[in-house]
């Protein structure tokens, strides 16, 4: 049988994705999941359902709610970071505030940035190289 072609119970299904039948059929009653092939115990799943269901767990993890997650996969193809909402007055947004020296703080809004948090490190491992060499330099210039 061709992986493109398999079918999987709800069980099985449910013990790929590591979540409980009773959030699968949520997901499906709520229109974040296609419904199966047939009903009942007769009911049957494909890669679709698993691949739907594993980008579903990806950005929970990441802590959108569903109704964010919705509008995510209603959009198309899914990014690797969630794109920004517009701000709006009274809007919340969790940033990052990097501590460079005294004086100097950055504050970075990784999705607004669109950084995953592997490159947000590696920048600003790289802004506090800068940092380093711009005082090496100004101490040798004295």
Known sequence: MKEESATF????L????????RTVRYYIQ???VD???GAGRGARYNRRHLDQLLEIRKWQKAGLSLER?????????TPLVPPSRPRNPGSV???SHVFVA??????????RAGMAPETLRA????????????????EEAS
């Open 9 to 12: 119970t709800l069980g099985e």
């Open 123 to 138: 920048f600003t491992e790289e802004v506090m190289k800068l940092h380093e060499r711009m005082q090496t330099t100004k």
């Open 14 to 21: 449910c013990a790929l994705v590591e979540l409980p039948r």
């Open 102 to 111: 005294d004086g100097i703080e950055l504050v970075i809004d990784p999705a």
């Open 30 to 32: 709520i229109g974040l």
């Open 35 to 37: 419904r199966p092939e």
């Open 69 to 77: 997650i919705r509008e995510l996969l209603s959009a198309g193809k």
């Open 93 to 95: 947004a969790v940033c």
